[in-house]
């Protein structure tokens, strides 16, 4: 710590130094500590050397000042010829003539802020998030799955949590709605390129989503469920199957990565979550899953994609290929993200049936439905072994557990039932 022409001149130099604190007006155990405009107008030649150096070698981030009344500093700032570092300078408000000034000079960057505390404490979680990450990694996505991580870890960060989720979400949604006038304008041959796209302005929300639904409970889901929601929304929704199509995508997209973690972590609670909150479309009222024809739709949409076009379910099966970067730090093992995903189409397909009246019941099958599996040597339906599954754990089954199905077994099976006979006749 500087605070005395003195110092300066027996300090450990910048390079070398881990940390370095100058108090350029001395401190005030000092008797020479500078108040007055008179003591503020001008700087002693070490002084000036030293900040001709930190304003030409370092970048600034600037908080809290006003410029009206530090002469020198100004004058210290304004005299530097480079601007090789960026400079930011943080307001509550307008600022006054003397920072716009070296606003300008600097060619700084404005950001408005509520508080110093709320900014520092911000910028603090950011770096930390930073110096947690593994380099290799795209630095985005995982500096938003590290924050998120953090965030779910204890209710004390449900703000910072809803703040996170709720901005990035807003954000991916303002990129997306520009995507899809372009692809409504040009058409089919404009699906490809739009899915594509979508999916890569969605990388930083899969990131969260992808670490946070593996751990969530309470609030914290309720927080994610609505943000989820938010992308789903479209100013497109309605009309010919392309427009729905296009639409309801980002929403389902963002549902398959939150509901196969969710899975992934035996976080039921999550899910039901998901399933109460997140709707396809404006006039649904039970949650995505009350709607089937939004799911028929996108299903066409992927077809338009080169190599969906022959899929009994292609959505299903671009979402199994689309979705497994994301995650695939918590799901590292294929078989165990195979596994995740087909429950996940699962109970999404059930709880769909269930919250529909009988006269539009219509199954939705996923991949699942093709894929055999072996039990003891003999094939076995990937349906037989989750009511196997829920038979022998009855109303202490995790789903069930955490109030799928009415909370109720005996509801699950009567379900199952009719679930079952009619995907049969899908998969002939």
């Known amino acids: 710590m500087i ?26 155990l000092d008797f020479r500590i500078r108040n007055t405009l008179v003591e503020l107008a001008k700087y002693d030649r070490d002084t000036n050397r030293l900040l001709n150096r930190i304003f030409d070698e370092f970048g600034l981030v600037v908080c809290g000042w006003s410029a009206d009344w530090d002469a020198a500093l100004c004058a210290a700032i304004e005299r530097c010829p480079s601007r090789r570092f960026t400079t930011f300078w943080a307001a509550r408000g307008a600022l006054g003539e003397p920072a716009n000034r070296l606003v300008a000079a600097r060619d700084a960057r404005l950001l408005t ?90 990388q930083t929300f899969f990131a969260m989503l992808a670490e946070a639904c593996c751990w969530a409970r309470g609030r914290q889901a309720s927080v994610i469920a609505s943000a989820i929601q938010n992308i789903g929304r479209s100013k497109t929704s309605g009309g010919t199957q392309l427009v729905t199509g296009v639409g309801s995508y980002p929403g389902a997209a963002a549902l398959y990565v939150a509901g196969v973690s969710a899975v992934g972590g035996a976080n039921y609670g999550m899910l039901a979550e998901l399933f109460d909150r997140v709707k396809l479309r404006e006039f649904t009222n039970e949650g995505l899953f009350i709607c089937e024809y939004p799911w028929h739709e996108i299903h066409a949409t992927v077809k338009l994609v080169p190599g969906y076009e022959r899929w009994y379910v292609p959505f299903s099966e671009f979402m199994h290929t689309t ?51 072996y039990k003891a040597g003999k094939e076995i339906s990937f349906a037989a072994i989750l009511t196997e599954e829920a038979n022998s754990f009855k109303d202490d089954w995790p789903p069930i557990r955490a109030g799928l199905f009415g909370g109720s077994h005996e509801q699950f099976r009567a379900l199952a039932e009719a679930y079952h006979s009619q995907l049969e006749s899908v998969s002939r």
């Not at 195979?338 to 109970?347: G, K, N, Q, T």
């Open 113 to 202: 802020i509520s508080s110093a505390d709320s900014f520092f404490s911000q910028l603090a979680e950011k770096v930390g998030s930073l110096e947690r990450l593994d380099t290799d990694h795209p630095l985005s996505p995982a500096v938003a799955a590290a924050m998120a991580k953090k965030y779910v870890a204890e209710d004390r960060y449900l703000p910072q949590l809803s703040d996170l989720v709720t901005e990035e979400s807003e954000r991916t949604y303002t990129r997306i709605e520009q995507l899809r006038a372009r692809v409504l304008k040009d058409g089919h041959q404009a699906i490809p390129d739009y899915l594509t796209d979508c999916t890569r302005l969605s």
């Open 323 to 373: 979705v497994r970067a994301p995650l695939r730090a918590r799901l590292p093992d294929d078989a165990e993200y195979d596994d995740a995903f087909d429950r996940f189409e699962y109970l999404m397909g059930a709880t769909a049936f269930s919250r529909t009246t009988k006269q539009y019941r219509r199954a939705l099958a996923g991949r699942w439905l093709w894929r055999p599996r």
């Open 3 to 28: 605070s005395t022409p003195d110092g300066i001149k027996g300090a450990v130099p910048l390079t070398h130094a881990r940390c370095y604190v100058l108090k350029l007006h001395g401190d005030y």
